[in-house]
């Protein structure tokens, strides 16, 4: 059985927590930003968790993760 090939793209954008869980970047954080309010852009800085229903497919692309 040949090695399993992981999504480049996919490896750039999310890393694993120590519970195994999928972190991830938010988006809306790149331009566009003069309408957006303090608030909103602090909190677009932290990174989240990646949601349940995502998790099954990322594992498939990421297998050595």
Same mark, same amino acid.
């Given at each position: 059985?040949?090695?399993?090939?992981t999504s480049r793209a996919a490896a750039k954008r999310f890393k694993v927590t120590g519970t195994g869980k999928l972190k991830r970047s938010k988006a809306y954080k790149?331009? *566009?930003l003069t309408k957006k309010s303090p608030k909103r852009k602090?909190?677009?800085?932290?990174s989240t968790?990646?949601?349940k229903t995502n998790v099954k497919n990322m594992?498939? *692309?990421?297998p050595y993760l």
């Open positions: 059985m040949p090695k399993m090939k790149s331009h *566009i602090r909190n677009l800085r932290k968790i990646t949601d594992k498939k *692309i990421l």
